[in-house]
Nanobody, 115 residues
């Protein structure tokens, strides 16, 4: 059974930084595509960052240059470093895993950026 547990959310002022972590279990982590999504109230869930099994990363323009996704296969953990945070980054952030074509989600962690 795949399990994803996020941590690191919280309240931060605009311009500040946060680092989210997602610990995965139940997969061969090194063979698992990992990503972060976010969902603001009454909005759809959007991709924030993705990292392939070989470490290739991708970001939407809205966070490019500010957010960095990374993975530590020895710790079965994926990270999201968020810098220069803006109020519009406020959302629940979800860890996502794709393993053998199946999708898995964490429970989410709230990130609130005050102006």
């Amino acid at each position: 059974q795949v399990r994803l547990v996020e941590s690191g959310g919280g309240l931060v002022q605009a311009g500040g930084s946060l680092r989210l972590s997602c610990a995965a279990s139940g997969t061969i982590f090194s063979r698992t595509i990992m990503a972060w999504y976010r969902q603001a109230p009454e909005k759809q869930r959007d991709l924030v960052a993705m990292i392939s099994t070989s470490g290739v990363t991708s970001y939407p323009d809205s966070v490019k240059g500010r957010f960095t996704i990374s993975r530590d296969n020895a710790k079965n953990t994926v990270y999201l470093q968020m810098n220069s945070l803006k109020p519009e980054d406020t959302a629940v952030y979800y860890c996502y895993a794709n393993w053998f074509g199946n999708n898995y989600w964490g429970q989410g962690t709230q990130v609130t950026v005050s102006s």
